[in-house]
């Protein structure tokens, strides 16, 4: 038995040696130390043994399982370590690779035609004043001169979240929001923002849009502020050539009203399709605050004026960049925004 477990060892630590590969360290430790191994058979010879034998070969057996899982705990190390110095010499890692990039995606068309918006504004003093989307009907309509049943909601249908409470279709309630929060100070600030509308959905309209609206009350504000403004901004939105034509128009909480059109930024005012042969194109709804208006913001019209406009996002971006559907706007079709 002595003889059989030393032989055993000696067969064990040379086969080790003989290892070459990580994939072999396994095999040989089943072959050696596993339960069907060549150790474990030879211990079942064991109760063979005369008593006076056994304690002597059972001790025996421990000293070379503990040889051999020590002799292959080191072997192991050594073959790891030389498969990696292999790897490295090899130049199988290249540690000076550029990293792969992540791709960083950037800003929807949309987001970046409000952040000129934004840019331009800012220029003039104009603030940012942030409003809801879901509104009152109250904020919406009657507090802005329109009351229910009114023929001017016909213009302003739209989703209904209960009797009360509608999906804003225009940014001008945050007019009111702004002005009862600020009275009887001036006011002079851009409201950007989402509004829904129940549309047909046509390369024209959709049910979901941007709106920016301004709003400027002070002492002894006019008219030819507004213009002057919303020249100001077309000329630093669409080029410094853009001219203005001003029509009279009808909103509810403006009086007067009017309409802005400029020249159109592809012909020039010759007359093209993206004009429709007129020249011209809207830039946006305006007017002098109506005085009812001022009164449920908090300001005294006797003592207070103000100028109010609304304009429209999709629609000049569509034109800059030649975009025939403002569907495209809310597809998330990546094709389509990449090209931004
Ligand atoms: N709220 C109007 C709309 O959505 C646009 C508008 C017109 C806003 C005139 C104004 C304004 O502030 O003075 O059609």
């Avoid at 079942?44 to 005369?50: C, F, N, Y």
């Avoid at 109250?138 to 213009?155: K, T, V």
């Avoid at 901004?233 to 080029?239: D, L, S, Y």
Wanted: overall charge negative; charged content about 25%.
């Amino acid at each position: 038995m002595l003889e059989a477990l030393a032989a055993l060892e000696k067969e064990g630590q040379e086969a080790l040696k003989a290892l070459r590969e990580e994939s072999e360290l396994p095999v040989w430790y089943r072959e050696f130390l596993g339960r069907k191994g060549k150790l474990t058979d030879l211990l079942r010879g064991l109760g063979a043994l005369s008593p006076e034998e056994r304690p002597k070969a059972g001790q025996r057996a421990n000293e070379v399982k503990t040889a051999l899982e020590e002799a292959f705990a080191t072997r192991q190390t050594e073959i790891k370590n030389a498969a990696m110095e292999a790897s490295l010499a090899s130049g199988g890692l290249d540690i000076t690779l550029p990293g792969r990039p992540v791709s960083p995606g950037h800003l929807h068309l949309s987001t970046h035609t409000l952040r000129r918006i934004r840019e331009i504004f800012a220029e003039m003093g104009f603030q940012v004043y942030d409003s809801p989307e879901v509104e009152t009907d109250e904020n919406n309509f009657e507090l802005l001169n329109i009351p229910p049943y009114h023929p001017a909601r016909d213009m302003w249908d739209t989703f209904w979240v209960n009797e009360q409470v509608v999906m804003r279709t225009h940014t001008s309630p945050g007019q009111i929001r702004c002005m009862r929060e600020n009275h009887p100070h001036p006011i002079r600030v851009i409201l950007p923002g989402k509004c829904y509308r129940y549309e047909q959905i046509t390369p024209r309209s959709e049910h979901q849009f941007y709106q920016v609206e301004g709003l400027a009350i002070g002492h002894n504000i006019r008219i030819t502020d507004l213009i002057g403004t919303m020249r100001e901004f077309a000329r630093k939105m669409h080029g410094e050539e853009r001219r203005l034509r001003i029509r009279s128009s009808y909103f509810p909480f403006t009086e007067p009203s009017i309409e802005i059109d400029m020249d159109c930024i592809l012909c020039v005012g010759k007359g093209c399709r993206v004009c429709k042969h007129t020249g011209w194109l809207e830039v946006a709804g305006a007017g002098m605050v109506h005085p009812v208006v001022l009164r449920n913001g908090g300001y005294d019209p006797e003592e207070w004026s103000g100028f109010a406009f609304g304009m429209g996002v999709e629609r000049p971006a569509m034109l800059h960049h030649g975009i025939e559907d403002i569907r495209f706007f809310y597809n998330n079709d990546l094709r389509f925004l990449q090209q931004f």
